[in-house]
């Protein structure tokens, strides 16, 4: 038929070429602009095409015509279903790592086929012929008990992490997409599905040897994992938890020895999981194709989700503040493999404090109790009587102030340290307003107390004073750097923050140098500060000639920096604090920076003294005292060895003197969280020293 353009032209004729007159108008346009009309945006342009665009439509269906149609009750053989349940494992950790329901758990299809596979709705018919080797049993009783398992499993680890303690769509996706997770399935009941298939596979001679044992093994463990995640999200503290962890762990290892093989490329069993199924769930979320890692990886991951589990119980059992901020802070600065999980970490805050007890059986008070018993070796009801005792001012003693405020800051701090590094960091940064008030109520206390009638004896209200103090330093070095570990700094902000940490390190040295004196050298609180005194002398060395390096071989800009200065610090420059009178210690300078510049790059000597001290140092905390460090005591100094490593490394590759270091590569400095959260090492550095 011959075409007819008057005729057949969408929209008649009254069309004009205009392609002149785009090229007039684009004539002084670079490559790559864009001009956009009011209201109409980039993101608008794209969304006009990318309804079923693969690239940008996450919902739409991409069906592959040559691939066969999934069908639950095609039959299978113990080994297919041995490698079906293992492979659903993988789905559930990473949904644990981080990812959404959608690339994980749904794209397990039997999740969607439970209606299917359910033995009291299986026709005689409805189901393929089977052979001897396949029976439907093994669909029906089997892989269904592990299915409901599986999703039970999930279902209590997500009310675990819907209470709060860790954050939706940033620690973990909490968004279900209308798929049940077998909430209305009680436990007990699940249990009992997995009891009723173990004990067909133990009855039954349809499923022989080795298979019959691994089928078993992995029914077995999933239904110890039930039970320890349902008492987790019930009773936190029971004291059944140890049993049931180290079951957990015992059943895991019978499952890990003998992996089945991969199934064939015709196999019906791998049809079980399409990653672009997801595609057709309704979600918000834009979505991509995920790998499963392989079984290696995922058993590595459960069973570092097991250990973390077990470290939590242990720590559940200690009363005493320090320990846990021992345990925080080294699990934030050298992370064990496989231990970090949202659910972990939702768990261990629950642990500490419910929202109504502390640990389970202690009131609010008990942290601050604790603080001074640790911090100062006295007892609080003791502070509190001496206050009362000394107290001059014409208003009552403001001691709830002080309790409800230690109260808030002391269980918000240890919460913090189980939160993702970034919120940490930004958690910390806020803080330091709190401790700042707190420590002006003890300044104004000190003020209307009555000079103490024996002055042999330890003012313990002032020197309460100088620990808040203390503990808002060590925040600020806190927050200085997890910079480092987060890699947020450029080379100028590097400077300075080594600088600045050496500023706040001296403060902070000073503080543990009031209080030291007049504690008895056997407690546990004369120990650890001790401890700190000797590790933050050495990490001020260290910092120390870091800056001096560093502040010789960079080119500022000042401006720049500067203007870098003012958008890191933000927090030490907020409103809050012109409403206090008393001015915050430790507060960064730009202009006290440029001063110490300016002095380091004019001065002609250098050394490595302080690198010398700072290996001496930690090399004596390896047998130190441990303080409140408690059965973290041996971890903690695993990560004085790290920095003795680093210490070491630094020492044999760092130039020697202010002539090798005119001519030495700064490159050569590398920033690896993965070697040490704070320093650099040189690019030829070893594996980490096992632990002297």
Known sequence: ?????????????????????????????????????????????????????????????????????????????????????????????????????????????????????????????????????????????????????????????????????????????????????????????????????????????????????????????????????????????SGLLPTMINLSLQLLHPVMAVTPSEPGPDSPARLAFDPQFPRVIVSYIPLHVLQLPDQAHTWALLKGLLISLKNVNDLAGTAELTTWEVAGHLQLWCPQPHSRFPYVRSITQSAFWDGVLVLNKFALKHVVVQFFRETLDTCYDAVTQNIVARWQGSAPPPLVQIERTMTQILIANIKSLWYNPPRRRRFCAKSLFDWHELFVVFMDVCVRLAPLQDQ???????????????????????????????????????????????????????????????????????????????????????????????????????????????????????????DVDLQPFGHPSFTKFASACESMQKEKQFSLDNIALAVEVLSGLLTSPDGWAGRWSGERKKFVQKLLDVCIDLERHLPSSEQALTTWDAKSLKWDADVHPWFPIISEFPAAAPLR
């Open 1 to 237: 038929m011959e075409y007819d353009p008057l005729v057949d032209l969408p929209g008649g004729d009254h069309f004009h070429d205009v392609t002149a007159l785009f090229e007039d108008a684009a004539e002084d346009m670079h490559p790559g602009a864009l001009v956009l009309t009011e209201g109409f945006t980039l993101l608008d342009a794209m969304s006009s095409f990318e309804i079923g665009e693969p690239r940008f439509d996450s919902g739409m269906a991409l069906l592959d015509k040559s691939k066969p149609s999934f069908n639950p009750l095609a039959p299978l053989t113990p080994e297919e279903v041995c490698w079906i349940i293992d492979r659903s494992v993988s789905c559930e950790m990473e949904w644990h790592s981080g990812y959404t329901l959608s690339q994980t758990i749904y794209s397990f299809l039997y999740v969607h086929s439970l209606k299917e596979i359910d033995p009291d709705l299986v026709l005689g018919g409805s189901s393929p012929r089977s052979d001897i080797l396949r029976p439907p049993e093994l669909i029906t009783v089997v892989l269904r008990a592990a299915l409901l398992g599986l999703l039970k499993c999930c279902d209590l680890s997500w009310r675990e992490l819907n209470k709060g303690n860790v954050y939706d769509a940033e620690d973990w996706q909490s968004e279900k997409c209308d798929v049940p997770l077998s909430e209305a399935l009680p436990v007990k009941y699940i249990c009992k599905v997995l009891d009723e298939a173990c004990h067909w596979l133990e009855t039954s001679a349809k499923v022989q040897q080795p298979w019959k044992a691994m089928l078993m093994n992995r029914l077995m463990f999933r239904k110890s994992l039930i039970v320890l995640f349902e008492t987790q999200l019930s009773h936190p503290h």
């Open 456 to 578: 042999t004896k330890l003012d313990h209200v002032r020197r309460a004073r100088v620990a808040v103090l203390m503990y808002r330093l060590s925040t600020i070095r806190e927050v200085v750097l997890s910079g480092f570990q987060l890699s947020l700094y450029t080379n100028e902000e590097r400077v300075f923050a080594y600088w600045y940490v050496v500023q706040v390190l001296e403060m902070h040295l000073a503080c543990i140098d009031q209080l030291m004196p007049g504690m008895s050298s056997d407690s546990n609180a004369y120990s650890e500060l001790s401890f700190q005194l000797r590790f933050l002398t050495a990490l001020q060395s260290l910092s120390m000639t870091i800056f001096a390096i560093t502040v010789k071989k960079t080119t500022f800009s000042w401006r720049r920096t500067r203007l870098n200065f003012l958008r890191r610090y933000k927090w030490a420059f907020t409103p809050e604090y012109e």
